[in-house]
């Protein structure tokens, strides 16, 4: 098993070393057959035995460099692209993760301003004097609106959850759809 994930992993590599190595083979050898496998102890002999090898190996790992260069670029940009999504995937968590926090601080604020509020009807019923001129409706008014302001913040937190988190509760109908877990 290893040895197959092996040779499956790295296949492109074995075959360009399996393809160097069998010209290297094919070189010498022509190169023996044509001489007769014999040593020369002239330098001119072994000059052109350099140039020989130069000229059919070099070449082809000079080829083999430029595939594996093409191939790796492709490699890069394969890789670059997909972690540019994932950024991309991350930065939108991220604003959705600081507007649920934004929402979050409004809905304490909403919630502070109706505690002041019904602090304020409370303490009128009770006879108290308050700095503020504000008239019980006008109070009223105002946990009203502090109201309608905390459902909306409240909504678009649920939002905003509901697109990030999947409820492990909730069960899938036979259809696909989500039903409640009641």
């Not at 072994?46 to 430029?66: N, P, Q």
């Amino acid at each position: 098993r290893i040895m197959i994930k092996f040779l499956r992993d790295y296949k492109e590599a074995i075959l360009s070393i399996t393809f160097l190595v069998g010209t290297v083979s094919a070189s010498l050898g022509t190169f023996f057959y044509k001489f007769n496998g014999e040593l020369s102890g002239t330098h001119s002999n072994w000059g052109d035995f350099g140039s020989f090898i130069s000229g059919t190996i070099g070449v082809v790992a000079a080829c083999l460099a430029v595939i594996w260069l093409i191939i790796s670029v492709n490699l890069q940009k394969i890789e670059l692209a997909r972690l540019k999504a994932e950024l991309k995937q991350s930065a939108n968590e991220q604003k959705k993760q600081t507007h649920i926090s934004a929402l979050t601080a409004l809905v304490n604020s909403s919630q502070q301003a109706i505690s002041g509020h019904h602090n304020d009807l409370v303490a009128r019923k009770n006879g108290v004097e308050l700095e503020s001129m504000a008239t019980e409706a006008d109070i009223r008014m105002g946990i009203n609106s502090e109201l309608l302001k905390l459902k909306f913040y409240e909504d678009q937190i649920k939002l905003y959850i509901k697109e990030q988190y999947i409820d492990p509760y909730v069960k899938k109908t036979t259809e696909g759809e989500l039903e409640p877990p009641f």
